[in-house]
């Protein structure tokens, strides 16, 4: 492999272009008319325009990424998170050109696509799952029977669905068949497959899921958990590794798992088995993607893996470079995600220009961006500006630097969920470990931003509007918007 292109943009572009410098393989960029400034595209070796700002004209069409690679000799694609990196078609058809696609197969991809078709490769190998059917429902009296014994509230999910998209909650026996009928109407037209099964509801779950990696030589290790519980709308916020509840029996049984669900998929590459974890630290196998994840820095943190290396030797047919002998977990680590939404509007969107921008620094501190200052955020992709990720030798020491990153970092110009990651961090069920997958909506409202600092949040509102020449009216956002911390305050006096 001498040269990959990177069939994504911003902060996970560059991530991957990083891992591939150091391995001395050239990369090449794609990009939108929108990105033609941006960090990846003056990164990479070569970088070639796919088309217009939206992705269904750039990021998204299949011929123009494979026709760039084959323009540049490019002899590989990653194709990053999102966009099209869990397309089998485009896995398929990558592979079809004679490219080596880093990534898993599209046969496995297409199982794992459908959340019953891994259901049910999962089952045979002793997989725990949450009682429910595990066929696509297609008689709803017969449903709701099987409903009934299970025992109320139970959830209906769509197949092709995913993150939450096409779930209901059904509380009573009564209302089972008129929800069963609209969910599966509504994922026919959402996801161009009516199947939907059902499931026992787990009431108060934590998700924690488990990286796994594989080779092409039959080898499958796992790398611990993240512990992703702190979400909003299917959305994650902060993700950590380890996770507070589990134990080493429970972390290898877990582990062990996620191998096999894996296996049954005949997976190699890297790959994520997403679970649900109750009270009792009972797991339940929900599903598995195909891709790196956003929160995979988590996991090189605490194993000192570079996953991206990882992920690009199996590609080029090399066993893994290490055995499940070999990883360890040390330490804690933790990631935010900080996004151009304002948390005091509901997490509107806030896109704009970086009119400052400085990143935190010092021990432990890891930021996985795609912005300089002065840089615009696009309004068509995702609004993620970077991630924040700490490293600490436990977890007590990893919030601390967590909330030490936070204030050091400097973003004006934009509102920020910066306030909002400082308020889990700072939050007792956070630190106290005990919270689930409805952190957010039992803790968090808007106005927990400025339960105790409304005075500060004032006064540094007005004086970096100030600085920055801008009206000095205040009001809530600006608060948020235009002070990038309360050190720059503290300068001023
Ligand atoms: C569940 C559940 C409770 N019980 N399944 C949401 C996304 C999708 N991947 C699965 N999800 C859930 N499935 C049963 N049987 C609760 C959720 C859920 C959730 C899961 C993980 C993280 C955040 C969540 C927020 C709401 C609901």
Redesign the pocket.
């Known amino acids: 492999m001498n040269k990959i292109l990177i069939a994504n943009r911003g902060e996970i572009a560059l991530r991957i272009m990083r891992s591939a410098r150091e391995m001395g393989i050239k990369t090449v960029a794609v990009f939108s008319e929108a990105d033609r400034k941006s960090l990846h595209v003056r990164y990479a070796d070569e970088a070639i325009c796919i088309g217009e700002a939206a992705s269904s004209a750039s990021y998204l069409v299949m011929d123009k990424i494979i026709a760039a690679a084959k323009q540049t000799g490019a002899d590989a694609i990653h194709p990053g998170y999102g966009f099209l990196s869990e397309n089998a078609a485009f896995a398929r058809k990558v592979t079809q050109s004679g490219i080596t696609f880093v990534g898993p197969s599209a046969e496995s991809m297409e199982v794992m696509g459908s959340k019953l078709g891994a259901k049910a490769a999962a089952k045979k190998f002793d997989v725990p799952m949450?009682p429910?059917t595990d066929t696509a429902i297609d008689k709803i009296e017969d449903a709701k029977s099987i409903a009934d014994q299970i025992g109320y509230p139970v959830?209906i999910?769509a197949s092709a669905g995913?993150?939450?998209k096409g779930?209901r909650l059904v509380e009573k026996s009564e209302q089972f068949a008129q929800e069963a009928a609209s969910a599966m109407s509504e994922a026919k037209s959402s996801f161009g497959d009516g199947s939907v099964f059902i499931?026992?509801?787990?009431g108060s779950?934590r998700?924690v899921e488990i990286q796994v990696m594989g080779d092409t030589h039959g080898n499958m290790v796992y790398l611990f958990e993240r512990e992703?519980?702190v979400?909003r709308r299917?959305q994650k916020v902060v993700e950590e590794a380890p996770s507070v509840v589990l134990t080493p029996a429970v972390r290898k049984n877990m582990g062990e798992c996620a191998v096999r669900v894996a296996r049954a998929a005949g997976y190699y590459n890297a790959g994520t088995v997403?679970f649900?974890v109750d009270e009792q630290l009972n797991f339940?196998f929900?599903?598995m993607n195909t891709r790196l994840q956003v929160e995979h820095p988590v996991t090189e943190m605490i194993t000192g893996i570079d996953l991206v290396k990882e992920q690009i030797r199996v590609a080029r047919g090399e066993r893994l470079s290490f055995t499940q002998d070999d990883l360890a977990i040390n330490g804690h680590s933790i990631e935010v995600r900080v996004y151009a939404e304002d948390p005091s509007t509901n997490f509107l969107p806030d896109i704009g220009n970086l009119k400052i921008y400085k990143i935190p620094q010092g021990p432990g501190v890891r930021v996985d961006d795609g912005f300089e200052e002065g840089m615009d955020i696009p309004i068509y992709y995702d609004p993620m500006i970077a991630k924040l990720i700490v490293h600490g030798k436990d977890r007590e020491e990893a919030i601390e630097r967590m909330k030490r990153a936070i204030h050091e970092y400097q973003i004006a110009g934009v509102a920020t969920t910066l306030p909002f990651c400082l308020f889990v961090m700072n939050h007792e069920a956070f630190v106290s470990g005990r919270f689930d997958?409805h952190f957010v909506g039992t803790y968090f409202s808007p106005e927990k931003l400025f339960a105790d600092n409304d005075d500060e949040a004032r006064i540094a509102a007005m004086l970096s509007a100030h600085l920055l020449g801008a009206e000095t009216t205040f009001n809530a956002q600006t608060a948020l918007k235009d002070s990038p911390s309360a050190w720059k305050k503290n300068r001023l006096e």
């Open positions: 949450v429910g959830l999910k995913g993150g939450g779930m499931e026992k509801y787990i779950p998700h992703c519980s979400q299917h997403e649900l339940y929900l599903e997958t």
